[in-house]
């Protein structure tokens, strides 16, 4: 259990950072947000996250396109049922694949582009997003990664001023081994944001 979330919860992590370097509108937006709600004296905090809607926002926008588990567990089915029109005999097994439903133009707007926005004031279906799958057997560890997604972002958003190396885009090809992970190790420049002297004291 510690190794399958330590992992997942990683590459997710360089994802969402990958993606916030590439998007510095993005990185600017969050970062009014965080210093708005949190002030400039101390860490984001798990009580704060109420508070920080787009935070969550780029969570759920970095999760929907690029989920590092994107066929999720495999289920059987346990009797004779229809699905969307086909047949599944009893004992099928069946493999969902998250990222082509997150990528589905019939369910989201330019699917392709990470835009946060997305998630402002959209409540999507339980089956349209499905990062950790769903229903009894979703990831038990989904309420945790949430959190340590927003305190491991926020916290690098709040402290420190980030670029790409040359400033060039990061690529962004995927590589799959047994997670969807990068195919390029990631390489940027940062520096301390002048509050964080304040923070760290």
């Not at 780029?58 to 059987?76: G, Q």
Request: glycine share 6%; with cysteine; net charge negative.
């Amino acid at each position: 259990m510690m190794l399958a979330g330590t992992k997942t919860l990683i590459t997710s992590i360089e994802w969402g950072v990958c993606n916030l370097f590439n998007h510095p509108d993005v990185v600017k937006k969050a970062r009014e947000e965080l210093d708005s709600q949190t002030g400039l004296e101390r860490l984001v905090d798990e009580s704060d996250f109420s508070k920080l809607p787009y935070l969550q926002s780029i969570i759920l926008e970095n999760l929907r396109l690029y989920p590092v588990v994107p066929l999720l567990a495999p289920h059987i089915s346990s009797a004779d049922c229809e699905v969307g029109g086909y047949d599944v005999p009893a004992g099928t097994i069946l493999l969902v694949n998250a990222w082509a439903i997150h990528r589905d133009p019939q369910i989201w707007d330019d699917p392709g582009s990470f835009k946060p926005e997305r998630f402002e004031n959209r409540k999507s279906e339980a089956y349209e997003h499905l990062p950790f799958g769903l229903g009894r057997r979703a990831c038990p560890g989904e309420v945790l990664a949430h959190k340590i997604m927003a305190l491991t972002l926020g916290s690098l958003i709040q402290c420190f001023e980030w670029e790409t190396v040359g400033g060039k885009k990061i690529d962004m090809t995927e590589k799959m081994i047994n997670l969807m992970g990068r195919a390029e190790p990631l390489e940027v420049m940062c520096k301390p944001r002048p509050n964080l002297n304040n923070i760290l004291s």
